[in-house]
């Protein structure tokens, strides 16, 4: 876990040393889809949600 928050560090000094705020809301939605996909993977919902897309 301490290797996943190294990881949105490096990503968020990214950012903002380059400048690159158009990267945002591309790595903001990947992580929330991502994050969608692991929480519903045993979930009763998981057929509902995976029908969306």
């Known amino acids: ?3 996943f928050f190294e990881l949105i560090n ?3 000094d990214f950012l903002m040393i380059r400048k ?5 809301p ?3 939605t990947l ?4 994050a969608l996909i692991i ?3 045993g979930s009763i ?3 509902f949600i995976y029908s969306i897309f």
Do not use: G, H, N, R
């Open 1 to 3: 876990m301490e290797a």
């Open 10 to 12: 490096d990503i968020w």
């Open 20 to 24: 690159k705020y158009w990267l945002a």
């Open 26 to 28: 591309l790595i903001i």
């Open 31 to 34: 992580i929330l889809m991502s």
């Open 39 to 41: 929480f519903t993977q």
């Open 45 to 47: 919902v998981a057929p």
